[in-house]
């Protein structure tokens, strides 16, 4: 099933075009990498599904979105109830300067999803067991979560992102500043929230595009170059410059 | 004299500068290989040239005086006279060299006026002989050394880290000799006075002190129920209060619109014209208190048929505000911004609007720092004169309505001070004792600020 539908979609910087007419369709329920090399819009793309863009002043968005048949370029369309549907983890984790549960139950919190303590407290214990972060931190709830190591960090803020129960998860890079163990654990935790989310994350390594997506995209001067099963793309892709990007000739 | 002698030398030292690099380069052509850059030869050079004229110049200022001095008063010695005396004749002496002596002129301090004239002379000659000298001496010295290619770099960046050094101590001794002589005059104000009077009573009336003459004996009982100064410490405090009920609200909002909502345009403007606030001399917030919203403040006061004194505590703590405004909002604006953007993604990225971010996220994420900038406002409010002084009176009444006038530790220091005044007076004392006070409270207010201040440095870097 498809779940997100791009549409011709244009992205300028003020006077500069950052994404020449991008379509797209993402499937429900499976991880799709966008790879490529730095600066070829692929975090650009991703900004626009749950219009981050919006935040930056000379930043604009053409062309269609579609999220479950809606269009959320639309004038009609509420951001907060968009970014309620559509999480997001960063390149660098971000916890608030406040306690781990704090942390987790803002969404909740602002989205008014629980109505009583014991609500909140079972949203926060769901959200960091889904995170695999539950077994250990659950003594130390109010601890800042500025406290953790950094792959801790970035499962919190994967807990904080799955609280509000979004549809989609969007993911910037999210391993690019942790090693590799946390990276695994990670990975491992993607593998296990598609099956309740879609999952799209733009990644560097192709290794890991490799490992945990289904279908990937190949991006490259803010054109998308190819898309289709990562299977295809990694071992015969149809494009020259998406087979040499997958070996290593150029990016 | 003395400047062209002090010319000569620069001219030396830069002549010095010159040939020490020159040397360098000779050194480099005969292919050998430099322990430094050309110019630290030149430095180094230069250093070795200032260094003896600025001991020998300051030795001369410490002992010519004196030498001078003990080599006219010999001449009496022996003759009687007391310390005083003998240095009233050499005073008059001086003063007779100078041409600038206006008693009976007789031959004794003519003839010492004569001689301090050719020591004088005496002393001005063997100066520029012995300075110019060893300027020649320790420079050809250096030559030497750079001559054999020993090496420069590290003595030149001692010499600077031993500059340096002595700036940072200047500042420092200032601070300890001023601190000092506020200690020691307090505890002199407190002998007269005794501190429990000072800190407890409440009335504080230095003009009683006016009435003494100074013929007669002090008495520290005529003192009692003079220098009570809870009345201006109850004045300083609500009339800092009042500023920063108009400073905190207004600067804190202007800093988040300045930080969170304006746009590039509207801050690029915007910020630089508050600023301006505070580049306004606090004597023009004065009169503009004094004479534009106090007398509004009057007339406003009068119309709704309440009783308003023309120099309020309101008056001058509002227009106080006015001028702190500034410094909160463009302090706490720095704060904000300063707040990682990442931060402000992960709020919005789960749906939060903007408002919603600011107060649970940014606004706690930047409160030490917002803290640290009100404490600072608040010790400026308490350190202000000017405002105080024109605005709100001087007369030193303990009250809590801020329609009347009451007046603040630094007004009164103002009013002691303005005039003349008798040392060892303890009218003259008990301003040291109110800096005093004034100095303990906006230090205590500065170490708190900078130690949240940093706290919050710590958080994020």
Known sequence: MIKIKAKDVDVFYGKKQALFNISLDIEENQVTALIGPSGCGKSTFLRCLNRMNDVIDICSVKGEILINDFNINDKSCDVVRLREKIGMVFQK????????????????????????????????????????????????????????????????????????????????EPCSALD????????????????????????????????????????????????????????????KKTQDYITGRFG | MNLILFTFIVLLGFTSYYFGRKKAYTIQSTKKRLTALPQFYGYYLAIWCAIPAFIIFSLWAIFEPTIVKLLILSD?????????????????????????????????????????????????????????????????????RISSNSRTREPVEKFLNAVLFTASLAAILTTVGIVFSLIFQTID?????????FVFGTHWYPAKAFVRDSSEALDPTMYSDTFGAVPIFAG????????????????????????????????????????????????????????TVGPFLKELGTSMGLEVSAESALAAGGVMGIMIIPFISSLSDDVITSVPQSLRDGSYAIGATKSETIKRVIFPAALPGIVGSILLGVSRAIGETMIVVMASGLAANLTLNPLESTSTITAQIVVILIGDQAFGDPKTQAAFALGMSLFLVTLCLNIVALRVVKKYREKYE
């Open chain 2, 236 to 291: 300083t405090f609500f009339i800092a209060f009042i500023a920063m009920c108009v400073a905190i609200p207004i600067g804190l909002m202007s800093g988040i619109y300045l930080a969170e909502y304006a746009s590039t345009k509207v801050r690029q403007y915007a910020k630089p014209l508050i600023e301006i606030l505070a580049g306004i001399p606090t004597v023009v917030y004065g009169f503009f208190a004094a004479l």
């Open chain 1, 180 to 239: 590799p163990i946390a990276t695994a654990q990670i990975e491992e935790l993607i593998d296990e929230l598609k099956k309740e989310h879609t999952i799209i994350i733009v990644t560097h390594s192709m290794a890991q595009a490799a490992r945990v997506s289904q279908n990937t995209g190949f991006f490259h001067l803010g054109q998308l170059i190819e898309h289709g099963s990562t299977d295809k793309i990694f071992k015969n892709p149809d494009n």
């Open chain 2, 76 to 144: 009496y010695s022996n003759q009687g006279y007391l310390d005083d005396e003998l240095n009233l004749l050499y005073e008059k002496s001086k003063a007779l060299s100078r041409g600038q002596f206006t008693g009976e002129i007789t031959p004794f301090i003519e003839a010492s006026a004569e001689k301090y004239l050719s020591l004088r002379s005496i002393a001005q000659s063997s100066k520029v002989v012995i300075v110019l000298s060893a300027i020649i001496a320790s420079v050809a010295y250096a030559y030497k």
């Open chain 1, 93 to 172: 984790p971000n916890p608030f300067p406040k306690t781990l549960y704090e942390n987790v139950s803002y969404g909740p919190t602002i989205h008014g999803m629980a109505q009583s303590k014991q609500e909140m407290d079972e949203i926060v214990e769901t959200s960091l067991k889904k995170a695999a972060l539950w077994e250990e931190v659950k003594d130390r709830l109010h601890e800042p979560g500025t406290g953790l190591s950094g792959g801790q960090q970035q499962r919190l803020c994967i807990a904080r992102a799955i609280s509000v129960r979004p549809e989609v998860i969007l993911m910037d």
């Open chain 2, 189 to 197: 104000f407190f002998k007269v006075i005794p501190l429990f009077d």
